[in-house]
């Protein structure tokens, strides 16, 4: 089968990750205007975001059979319109029920692109023959922090929420117009299990990404919401905090190949989750806005290239078929950033936002022991 050159292969790959970094961002800086439009509290606030995540869950798996009997490609083009339509919805829905709808819709669209996106990854990066997942990875970081600006300068400057996402959706449809010929379209031998429950080492695995994704899914969904409702930022300026812990990210994973290639896998994933859990106590227990987004950039960095180094892992376990192995490291893993939000609001409900903040640093000391441990096997 002909495909397109490696490197337009390679240049879509980063693509297909800038997409749902860039719409699931855009929608970081519009939480607290869902909020306050509907009239929610922590705790409904938290039960809706679970929607999303419940949306996540049940597409990933779905979606990773469906590429391999598909291919990518199809799975992708499919997953970018339902996430595009989604998006600008999100901010015109006026009741809970509404909301929670469409928030599973586009929970289901994000968690099966970012699911089908890291399959193509993989098979990308098998035939370059060289390291290059964290770089695929920085690019879902770029996305994020594109489009996470993009909507909190329109929002600055006066413009609706729901003008502010036509303007991301453009901007997206415009890249899969752009690139989608290059998607795989490859599919997996008849032979091979489609799915399988997780085992061994990678349940581990999947635990370190659930983790880690889990303190991404805090910073989008609640990072706003912690600055204007606990340090007092105006609405309209909340969305810095998630641009600095994504900008920062985002220079992390682009140098993150080379980090690791000089100082180890495991020394990664170890100081990575002591850098990020001491960012993210600064940011919470300070009360300084100034302080609080040093912090969030400190989990930016500490975060960055954990999950890189986990799904290179999983390439290479045997405990599991690859074919099978990266959906379900992908389905634990980013079920932390779309379930796990859900999980903060039931605790900032319960305690308080800052308390459920301290107690996902101190889940991130423990990733960094157990995947400096997992790079050792």
């Not at 938290?46 to 990933?60: F, K, N, R, T």
């Not at 089908?116 to 990308?124: D, E, R």
């Not at 999950?307 to 079920?335: D, K």
Request: glycine share 10%; charged share 10%; hydrophobic share 60%.
């Amino acid at each position: 089968m002909n495909f397109p050159s490696a490197r337009f292969q390679q240049h879509a790959t980063r693509t297909a990750f800038f997409i749902p970094g860039f719409i699931i961002a855009s929608w970081a800086p519009l939480v607290p205007f869902a909020k306050t439009r509907i009239g929610l509290d922590d705790g409904m606030l938290g039960v809706l975001l679970l929607c999303l995540g419940l949306g996540s869950i049940v597409a990933m798996p779905l979606s990773g059979i469906l590429a391999a009997r598909l291919g990518c490609r199809a799975v992708m083009l499919a997953t970018a319109a339902l996430m595009l339509l989604a998006l600008p919805v999100l901010t015109v829905a006026s009741t809970p029920v509404s909301l929670g709808l469409v928030l599973f819709v586009f929970g289901a669209a994000i968690g099966a692109m970012d699911c089908v996106m890291n399959i193509q990854a993989v098979a990308v990066e098998r035939d370059a023959d060289r390291p290059m997942m964290s770089g695929f990875h920085a690019f879902y970081s770029i996305g994020s922090l594109v489009g996470a600006t993009c909507v909190t300068l329109l929002l600055t400057a006066g413009t609706s929420a729901f003008a502010a996402t036509l303007a991301a959706v453009g901007i997206a449809l415009a890249l899969v117009v752009a690139v989608a010929r290059a998607w795989r379209t490859d599919r997996a031998p008849q032979d091979a299990p489609s799915f399988a429950l997780p085992r061994g080492i990678v349940i581990a695995i999947g635990i370190v990404c659930f983790v880690s994704f889990l303190t991404e899914g805090s910073m989008l969904d609640w990072s706003a919401v912690f600055l204007h409702e606990v340090r007092g930022v105006g609405l309209q300026h909340a969305g810095w905090g998630f641009v600095a812990f994504n900008l920062a990210m985002t220079l992390a994973r682009l140098v993150g190949d080379a980090v690791i290639a000089k100082i180890g896998r495991a020394t990664a994933v170890l100081a990575g989750g002591l850098i990020a859990g001491a960012g993210l106590l600064l940011a919470t227990l300070v009360p300084v806005f100034g302080v609080a987004l040093l912090g969030y950039a400190l989990v930016g960095i500490g975060c960055a290239n954990i999950v890189p180094v986990m799904f290179t892992l999983a390439g290479r376990q045997t405990a599991m078929p690859e074919s099978v192995a990266i959906p379900a490291v992908t389905t634990m893993g980013y079920a932390g950033v779309l379930a796990g939000p859900a999980l903060i609001g039931f605790l900032a409900q319960g305690w308080s936002l800052p308390a459920a903040f301290v107690l996902v640093a101190i889940a991130l000391v423990a990733v960094a022991v157990l995947g400096r441990r997992l790079t050792r096997v």
